[in-house]
Structures are given as C-alpha cells and as structure tokens.
C-alpha cells in the first residue's frame, strides 16, 4: 500500500519537474516498421519512421487513407497483433522499450499511461452497457479507488469538459446519447487515469462541424490545463492548422516531412504536402477547375519502389524512381525526405 | 427550363413501439421546403446530420413518398406533370431515366459481383437505349474514357479499385443515359483529400458539356460554394436560408449560417479561430422539434418570439431568402 502511494508521490514529483523543464521527451519512436503478411504480400504499413513527442505538446500525424497513421497508434498501444503483424523498431516511453512487451506489461500501460480516443464513437462504446458502467470499467482497471471514489471521480471528470447533467449522463446508454456527446465521453474515459499521452485517432472526423469545433477547444483546454500530451492523428489539414504544434505528413507508410505547424503551412517543401495544401477548396476557385494531385493513394501491398510518391509526383526526377530519398533538413525542426533538396533547392 | 419543382414539400417519418406497431410519434424530415432547379443549374444543399438534406434528394428521385406538398416534373418535351403521389406507368420510365443519383460511398453503391461493363452497362439495358451489344460495349468504354478511366478496366471487379476511381464508375453509370438531373449526395466525402478535387473537376466538366442540371448535397460549406449557382441551408428539415452562392457567402444573414460559416476551421496556425466559435449545444431531435424557429434554443441572437413563432422565409436582398424574426426588425 504505502509502495502504491510512495510510486504515486514519485510521479507527482516527476510531473511537477515536467513542468519545469521545458522540452521533457516523453515519447521517442525510433525506426518502427510494422509489416502485415496478407496473400497479396508482405503490406510494409509504417515502414522505418521516427519521430518523438514532448510533454504537453500535440503532434498531428496527417495523411490521407492507408498511410500508415492509425498503424503507427496502434503499433505504439501494442494492438497490432502478431502475427501476421510484425514490429520491430524502438517505441520508447518511460525509459523502456514497448516493442516486445509482454502483453500483462503493456496492460499498465495501454489505458493508463497511454490512452487512446477512437474515430467512431458509436462503435467503440458497448451498446449493452451504460456508459457509467464502461468509464468504471476503465477507472477500476487502472485506478486504486473503490466504487463510491471511482464514480465520484467519474463525474468529477465528467463535469471538466463540461458535460451537462454529468448524473444522469452515467446511468444512460450509449444510444440515447449525440455523436458528440459520446465524443466527450470517450475524451473523458481518456482522461480518468490522467494519461501522460494521449492518442486522438481521427477524433472529429465523423462529427459535424458545429460540433467539431467544440470537441476541438474542449482538447486544446485540455491540452494546456493538464499539460497533457496529444498525438493527433487526421486527415483534414484545416484541424492541424487549429489544434497541432508541430506536424508529420505521412505518405504511403512513410513520413515525408516534419515542421512545426507555422512553418509547415508558410513553407511546405515536399511535393506531396504542398499538394495536400493546394488541394484545399478555396473560395477564389469558383468556376475554374480545383488543383489536384494526379492519380490515387498506392494500396498498401504495391507501394511504389524508391520515393513512393514519385509516380503522383510533378517533379518526380530519375533517382526518385529507384532510391527512397533520405531526410534532409532545410531548416532546424524541419525534415524533409525529398531528393529535390540533395541540390540545395528547397523550393 | 426547368426540371423539378417542390411546393411545401414535407416528409414524416412513422415511428413505431409496441407490439402492435402502433404509430407512437413522427420524425419531421422536411417541413414545408420549395425549391425549383432548371436545366444547366447546380442548387447546393448544405446542413448538419440529421438536417434532411439527404432526405430532400431521396424525395426528389421518388425513393420516398412525400407526406404532403407537391413535386413537379417537367419531362424532356416541356409539359409538367404532378409527381407527388405514384407516378404515372407511362412517365416513369422517361423520369428515372431523366434523374439519377450517385451516393456518398461508392464502396457501397457498386455491386461486389458485376463488373464494371455490367455495372454501367445495367441501366443502358433496363432503358433500351442501345439495342446491340457492340453498340452498348463502345458506349461503356466511351463513358469510362470520359470519366477518366482506361476503356479496359470494364471487365474488372470493384474491388480492384480506389475510392476516387469508384466514384468515378458510379458517376459513368449515372450518366449512361443522358440524364437531365443528378442528385450528388456527398459525392466526396468518403474520399481522400487529394481525390476530391478530381471528381468535383470531374462533375463540373460533364456538366459543362451536357448542361445537366445538379443537385449538389453536402455538409463541406467549401465544397457546395464551389460547385452551386444557389445555395439551400437546411436545420432540422427546414430550408432557412437560400441565396445565389457567393451571396450567401459574402452575406450570410440567418444566424445558423452564420454559425456553420465560423466553424469551419481557418487553414491558418496563425490565425486560429475555433476558441471564438459561440455555438453551444447541439442540434435537437427532429422526433419532438423546438417551437418557433428550430435553431432557437442554440441561437446566440435568439428574441422572446422565437420559441412561440416559426419565422417566415423573407426576401432581404435580390433572391436571397432567410427565414429569421430579426430580419423584420
């Protein structure tokens, strides 16, 4: 008992040090690659990306379908299962190595120091269960409370991120609820066993904009109130612009350019971020054609060899097709794995 | 000239408990909605979930059957016929023929077991337009050439496909026989971002060469602004508020516009705007629909004679139409 308290002053402790230090590495992900071995292939999903996550920070990994962003979420929370799924790389977060994990280990650590909140919030909640029932469910798995202090903090959360009528709420199942009040429920199951990370996949996708736009402030109060840590994952750039600090634009498995949010949006460098950019419906465009990007999004069992974006590229060069470009890094905190910067020219 | 008109057109939806299955309630789809939309226009539809634009296009093709109100269809020869109840036998097939449909996703809209010569090849067929194979054959290869794909691809399966190229065969078949409207219900918002912008080239394009009409549904303001002549915004199936596109842009007058317009995010980190977004709650059920005017319990401008009184359409520049009480002060 007095251990449980002991580890729970130590953390306080580290987390109040945390905050002092400005740039505390709270999440490093070194060269993962997750491969699936399916009867079309071996689908190289997330194929040797890396990239680190600082407290209190949101990184937006954006990307359209089958670029391997889920894959990556789920790769860090040990969902993939193996086989046919293999892992290799480092995912290193509170001085271990999550990769190989084994599975009673990881369980201290998926819900409870990493937790994530799913894209559909009509399908991650059981429909049988009140939703009362299910944020217990995650608060007595992790958390050492009883019932009466379990639901106390429950609705203590649940009133945080403004919940109306957080009683009721508890007692009430999924179904009677809105898409976006379910949303907040999930975000607030996130929240129970105060996280060090959080994992937002696609958070707002299905919700309508209206709604969007407070699931959005509700994460950004969150975000700086707790000084949490946030991986958001979409494919819409007009919520990176709103919610992320720094940015990773993945492409057919790869990242292929990394910046902070400012710079991304003033100088992307990649031809595929631009494209992303330019591909925005903008008013000024009425009756002319909108700029797009040539052909499709690769499945994930023919990526393309060499860069994998080379045969959408406009700029695409001989060496593209055959040798997957390096990171080059024009500008510091800014990487990108083009081979039109081997020459110097950045445009 | 024009295709398809609605007067007062409502939809009611039964819900049924019981045992018995007795009509315990009704959801209110669409409440009283005229629109009219002639040869070459695009009409925008935009809304929320649940706000009944899918619904008023599924109306218009006759996939329902409207509660009360009128539609009106003027056939390729001029004269107009009321459409409301059962069509007529001997105009049905002119009118299916004239208005087709495309759907959100196009991994559900093509059969898994047809090929896409039989896919597109099906209504060539059902409408007796072409009578030889040979003929029907070349005229599914031109379609999948117009549309951006390789003639070959007509003995693939769907599943051999990319959402953006499935789009693509949904929007050959539906223009396989010379429609004179479609109804596009978000077309693209199954589709990645870099694939959107093709197809909505894609439809322009047909448009520009077949003067269809287009009735354009879809909840991404950006979208709709850039395909439609005017556009309809819808909240709990009623129309609030409709103007020619870049008027409503540039002017939105009804308060829930307004709302809709601030909450698309800025595509600028410098300049985020989300914090500034007032809107609170979210939309009521269309099952037992607010009194008055249906945004007003989420309205940040709402008047003591907003929850006893459903404002009017009023006319407060050249077409455009809002339906608001503050619009008479």
Redesign the interface.
């Known amino acids: 008992m007095t251990g449980a308290v002991e580890r729970e002053r130590g953390r306080e402790y580290e987390r109040e040090r945390g905050r002092e230090r400005e740039h505390e590495r709270i999440l490093t992900v070194r060269n993962l690659k997750t491969y699936f071995r399916t009867p079309e292939g071996v689908v190289r999903a997330v194929d040797d990306i890396s990239f680190h996550l600082d407290r209190g920070e949101v990184l937006a990994l954006v990307g359209?379908?089958g670029c391997g962003k889920s894959v990556t979420a789920h790769s860090i929370l040990g969902l993939v299962k193996a086989p046919p799924a293999k892992v290799e790389g480092e995912i290193v977060f509170g001085g271990r190595n999550l990769v190989g994990l084994a599975e009673t280990e990881y369980r201290h650590v998926r819900g409870k120091q990493i937790s994530m909140i799913f894209q559909e919030p009509m399908s991650a909640f059981d429909p049988l269960y009140t939703v009362g029932l299910q944020l217990m469910e995650v608060a007595k798995a992790h958390m050492p409370w009883d019932d009466r202090e379990a639901k106390e903090r429950i609705i203590d959360t649940l009133k945080s991120i403004h919940i109306p009528e957080p009683e009721k709420r508890y007692d009430e199942y999924p179904h009677e609820m809105?898409?976006?009040?379910l949303q907040r429920i999930m975000i607030a199951m996130a929240l129970i066993t105060s996280p060090d990370v959080i994992i937002a996949d696609e958070p707002t996708t299905a919700l309508?904009?209206?709604?969007?736009?407070?699931v959005?402030?509700l994460m950004?109060d969150l975000q700086s109130q707790y000084r949490g840590s946030i991986i958001f994952i979409t494919?819409?750039?007009?919520?990176v612009?709103?919610i992320?600090d720094r940015v990773h634009v993945m492409y057919a498995g790869k990242v292929v350019e990394k910046a902070p949010?400012?710079e991304l949006?003033d100088n992307p460098i990649h031809p595929y971020t631009s494209?992303?950019l330019a591909?925005?419906?903008?008013?000024e465009?009425?009756g002319r054609?909108?700029?797009?990007?040539e052909g499709?999004?690769p499945?994930a069992y023919e990526f393309p060899e060499g860069c994998r974006f080379h045969p959408r590229c406009p700029r695409a060069m001989a060496k593209c097709k055959e040798i997957p470009p390096p990171e080059f890094e024009p500008a510091p905190g800014h990487t990108v794995a083009c081979w039109l910067l081997e020459e110097g020219d950045d445009r | 000239m024009k295709i398809i008109s609605t007067r007062n057109l409502k939809k009611y939806f039964p819900i049924r408990s019981g045992v018995f299955l007795q009509v315990s309630g009704w959801v209110r789809a669409l409440e009283n909605v005229n629109m009219e939309i002639s040869q070459g226009e695009t009409i925008g539809i935009v809304g929320e979930s649940g706000c009944g634009k899918s619904t008023l296009g599924r109306a218009i093709v006759k996939i329902y059957e409207p509660t009360a109100g009128s539609i009106t269809y003027c056939d390729p020869s001029g004269a107009s016929h009321d459409i409301s109840a059962k069509i007529d036998r001997r105009l049905e097939p002119v009118f299916r023929k004239d208005v087709q449909m495309i759907f959100q996703n196009p991994f559900d809209s093509l059969d898994p077991r047809m090929t896409i010569r039989d896919t597109i090849r099906e209504p060539l067929h059902t409408h007796r337009l072409l009578a030889s194979k040979k003929e029907m054959d070349e005229r599914v290869a031109e379609l999948l050439m117009k549309v951006g794909l390789y003639p070959e691809y007509a003995q693939r399966y769907p599943h051999e496909f990319s959402g953006g190229q499935r789009q693509r065969i949904a929007v050959a078949r539906s223009i396989s026989v010379n429609p004179r409207l479609l109804i596009c219900d978000e077309p693209t918002s199954a589709l990645d971002v870099s694939v959107q912008s093709q197809i909505i080239n894609l439809l322009k394009d047909i448009q520009r060469d077949t003067n269809m009409a287009l009735i354009f549904i879809s909840h991404n303001l950006d979208v709709v602004h850039h395909m439609s002549d005017r556009i309809m915004v819808m909240y709990l199936g009623n129309v609030v508020e409709s103007a020619p596109a870049t008027e409503l842009f540039d002017n939105p007058a009804h308060p829930y516009t307004q709302a809709l317009m601030s909450a698309v995010p800025s595509w600028n980190p410098k300049d985020r705007k989300l914090g500034q977004v007032k809107l609170e709650g979210e939309p009521p059920s269309p099952i037992n629909p607010p009194s008055g005017c249906p945004f007003h319990p989420r309205c940040p401008r709402r008047l003591a004679s907003c929850s006893k009184v459903k404002p009017e359409a009023v006319e407060v520049s050249d077409g455009h139409f809002s339906a608001c009480h503050l619009h008479g002060m």
């Open positions: 359209e379908s809105s898409g976006g009040m309508d904009v209206t709604i969007q736009a407070q959005l402030n950004q494919h819409d750039l007009g919520t612009a709103e992320a949010v400012v949006f494209g992303l591909s925005r419906v903008r008013r465009y009425k054609d909108l700029p797009y990007i499709y999004v499945r």
